[in-house]
């Protein structure tokens, strides 16, 4: 049976990038797979939270996802620190993982820099506890955006490895779904670095609850280079801040590059952006209303999660089960 899994982390506000590099297909997946989505709150105290801005965070993640099209009649939407079989699972698997592959996670490197000594245990075991998260429902499916390839590279090597050494079948090895033309969307100060929530810079990116105003000064000022767009994807060779604007129509679009340079190739940014920041005002308006609706409703958010979590357990509960007996704990 194909089951999707992914996650999302609690901390800032859902931006252009998760929208668009994971939520959307997230979303679209709802129809022909049997979804778990989870909003990671383990994951988020590998960095030091204020308890109270991480408890309305996971509340407002939990709006954002539901105001973008999750319908959690259909998918298991909760939060992860409900199901204690992701902790309790990671620590099976952090006797699975070597410290060889962790070291090799370049995530860890360039966020750590330089301050490698100084980051939580918690923090460099990241990735295994993202096994967990995956491999507690046996998922087969893990849609995310380009930057979370080599974790789940690092998954499939976990859920092997365990199979290999106790010489079972239990794990699936998971596969990653990265689609679309925006898999790794860009800061819009910045084309070689990813848009992200821990940017200081809030003009780096587009957040889903940014007004149209916002949206259109934000997109005026985006760094770009003084050439017009060219009228062929070769000739964005080289030119990241114009790449990555066209890959942003092209995703808000539906259509392809191609496409779009077909439309645009020849006009400068001055004509480019502003159509650019309509299309993006018209795709995240309705998003942005319903997620007003939604963030003030404390009980019926809890209400959702609460379910969601009783039925996340169903599932990995017996998963849990299975890997006791095969590592061979008593109970
Ligand atoms: N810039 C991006 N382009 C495409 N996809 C992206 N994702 C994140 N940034 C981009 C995808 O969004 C999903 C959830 O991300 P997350 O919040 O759990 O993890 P993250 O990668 O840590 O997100 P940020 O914004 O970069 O947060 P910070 O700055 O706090 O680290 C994932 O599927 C991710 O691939």
Same mark, same amino acid.
């Given at each position: 049976?194909?089951?999707?899994?992914?996650?999302?982390?609690?901390?800032?506000?859902?931006?252009?990038?998760?929208?668009?590099?994971?939520?959307?297909?997230?979303?679209?997946?709802?129809?022909?797979?049997?979804?778990?989505?989870?909003?990671?709150?383990?994951?988020?105290?590998?960095?030091?939270?204020?308890p109270k801005v991480l408890r309305q965070g996971i509340r407002e993640?939990?709006?954002?996802?539901?105001?973008?099209?999750?319908?959690?009649?259909?998918?298991?939407?909760?939060?992860?620190?409900?199901?204690?079989?992701?902790?309790?699972?990671?620590?099976?698997?952090?006797?699975?993982?070597?410290?060889?592959?962790?070291?090799?996670?370049?995530?860890?490197?360039?966020?750590?820099?330089?301050?490698?000594?100084?980051?939580?245990?918690?923090?460099?075991?990241?990735?295994?506890?993202?096994?967990?998260?995956?491999?507690?429902?046996?998922?087969?499916?893990?849609?995310?955006?380009?930057?979370?390839?080599?974790?789940?590279?690092?998954?499939?090597?976990?859920?092997?490895?365990?199979?290999?050494?106790?010489?079972?079948?239990l794990f699936p090895l998971p596969e990653p779904v990265i689609r679309?033309?925006?898999?790794?969307?860009?800061?819009?100060?910045?084309?070689?670095?990813?848009?992200?929530?821990?940017?200081?810079?809030?003009?780096?990116?587009?957040?889903?609850?940014?007004?149209?105003?916002?949206?259109?000064?934000?997109?005026?000022?985006? /760094?770009? $280079?003084?050439?017009? *767009?060219?009228?062929?994807? %070769?000739?964005? #060779?080289? &030119?990241?801040? =114009?790449?990555?604007?066209?890959?942003?129509?092209?995703?808000?679009?539906?259509?392809?590059?191609?496409?779009?340079?077909?439309?645009?190739?020849?006009?400068?940014?001055?004509?480019?952006?502003?159509?650019?920041?309509?299309?993006?005002?018209?795709?995240?308006?309705?998003?942005?209303?319903?997620?007003?609706?939604? /963030?003030? $409703?404390?009980?019926? *958010?809890?209400?959702?999660? %609460?379910?969601? #979590?009783? &039925?996340?357990? =169903?599932?990995?509960?017996?998963?849990?089960?299975?890997?006791?007996?095969?590592?061979?704990?008593?109970?």
């Amino acid at each position: 049976m194909n089951r999707v899994f992914s996650g999302i982390q609690p901390t800032g506000n859902l931006h252009l990038g998760n929208y668009l590099g994971a939520i959307r297909n997230w979303v679209t997946m709802q129809d022909a797979y049997d979804c778990i989505y989870c909003v990671v709150d383990l994951h988020a105290i590998t960095n030091r939270q204020d308890p109270k801005v991480l408890r309305q965070g996971i509340r407002e993640m939990a709006a954002a996802l539901l105001a973008s099209g999750i319908d959690p009649d259909r998918a298991i939407l909760f939060n992860q620190s409900a199901v204690h079989a992701h902790a309790e699972l990671a620590w099976v698997l952090m006797c699975t993982a070597r410290v060889g592959w962790l070291d090799r996670m370049t995530q860890f490197k360039d966020r750590a820099g330089k301050d490698r000594e100084g980051q939580s245990v918690g923090f460099y075991a990241y990735p295994v506890l993202q096994a967990a998260d995956i491999l507690a429902y046996k998922a087969t499916h893990v849609p995310v955006g380009d930057d979370q390839k080599q974790h789940l590279e690092l998954a499939r090597d976990i859920a092997a490895k365990f199979n290999t050494d106790f010489g079972v079948a239990l794990f699936p090895l998971p596969e990653p779904v990265i689609r679309g033309p925006a898999t790794r969307v860009m800061s819009l100060r910045d084309g070689t670095s990813k848009m992200s929530k821990s940017d200081p810079s809030d003009a780096s990116r587009i957040n889903l609850t940014d007004t149209a105003d916002a949206i259109a000064q934000k997109i005026k000022r985006a /760094r770009t $280079d003084a050439e017009p *767009l060219p009228s062929e994807a %070769a000739g964005l #060779a080289g &030119r990241p801040e =114009a790449a990555n604007l066209v890959g942003l129509m092209a995703a808000l679009t539906d259509s392809t590059i191609a496409d779009v340079l077909r439309d645009h190739g020849g006009h400068g940014f001055g004509q480019f952006k502003p159509a650019l920041a309509d299309v993006m005002v018209s795709a995240l308006a309705p998003i942005s209303r319903r997620f007003n609706d939604l /963030r003030g $409703d404390s009980a019926a *958010l809890d209400a959702i999660l %609460a379910k969601g #979590a009783a &039925r996340a357990s =169903a599932i990995a509960d017996p998963v849990l089960a299975e890997v006791h007996r095969t590592v061979g704990f008593a109970s």
